[in-house]
């Protein structure tokens, strides 16, 4: 059952809004009122998938409510509906994003959101509401989960899983990320947001060589199979410091008979470090013929200065910025002008976070290398990724 609230003070947009999607599936069912102010008591009550939400009302606006929905124990996705301006809904929609507030749509009244649901539940974003789904409980238990990570040999537990990166000029797969997650005996997958904070520094290490053998085990049966393709692995700093992790790296590549080129090996720019021991390690990976990828470019006022200081040759454009590109001015001028840096520096520039058609269209028009994101697939096991892989042949 998908769970729909309505918060809209005209009663006649309302009622119409709730007799659309009654046509929608038979597996809905909608709450509706009137002001924000109401809204609290439902959505503590019940585990609501979408939020239609009018920004201007008397009681409980807009901003009342979205400023109220970190606060649940669960997450959902919400679309605005309004007759404000372009530029209010875009202000609404960046505030959203402060609060970690998915929007999947902004319609202006009095178009109805009814293709909006349609989409989230038979496409890509019903999924994401089912990951969701299953991890709200996760979240609400993690006193249990700390003593277990804190316990667990991390190796044992962690599954590798994949998120395809696809090529705009092709349209083909070439590469993926490889992304950690843990197994636990009765909540399941774990995802990093929920066991990454419990990790001790020799576990952070564990985990990050387990997922680079891993992945690299991937990446070799793959080519054995004539499929060759790049695998990004996200590197945290305490590893990126150890002077011995371009051996180490090397010699695993090496085992596995697979071209240092192949391998890209990411950093979040807010974890970049300006000392001399980083920039050591970044110039010899390089130097080794392994790809450096900086993470998030753009959000700091030192993304520049990191930039040309250390060796990166991939640009990855975070998702906050790529998120209602086509109705915002100032991140559609951002991405085109992070796009024109990689392409003036010769190095290929990633676009995460991608669910539309309208917005990869978009992004190949701008010049755009690679894009990842939900429009191409959820993150996904090995077995999945191989016919995922298969469907791009």
Known sequence: MINILIIEDDEFIRKTYVES????????????????????????????DYIILDIMMEKGDGVFVLRNLPTLDYKLEVILCSSIDHDMFNSVNNLAEMYDVKIIGMLTKPKLPTSIIINAINGK???KALDNASNNQVKSHLHDIGPFVKNAEISEHLVVFYQPQKCLKNMQIVGVEALARLTHPEYGLLLPYQFLDFLSKEQMKELTHAVIEQAMRKVSSLMLRGINITCSINIPTI????????????????????????????????????????????????????NLSIDDFGENQSSFERFKLFPFNEIKIDRKFINNLLNDNKKLAIVNSLVKIGKELNIPVVA?????????????????????????????????LDRKLLEYK
């Open 239 to 290: 590893i990126m410091e150890d002077i011995s992790f371009p051996d180490n790296i090397d010699e695993m590549t090496k085992s596995y008979n697979i071209p240092n080129s192949n391998v890209i090996l990411e950093m979040l720019e807010d974890e970049i470090l300006d000392n001399k021991l980083l920039l050591d390690v970044c110039t010899r990976l390089r130097m080794k013929g392994f």
């Open 21 to 48: 999607l009654k046509e929608v599936s038979p597996n809905i069912k909608i709450f509706d009122i009137s002001n924000g102010n109401q809204s609290l008591e439902i959505l503590k009550q019940n585990k609501i």
């Open 125 to 127: 974003m019903s999924n």
């Open 352 to 384: 995460e976070g991608v669910e539309s058609l309208d917005v990869q269209s978009k992004l190949k028009d701008l010049g755009c290398d690679l894009i990842q994101g939900y429009l191409i697939s959820t993150p996904i096991n090995g077995i999945d």
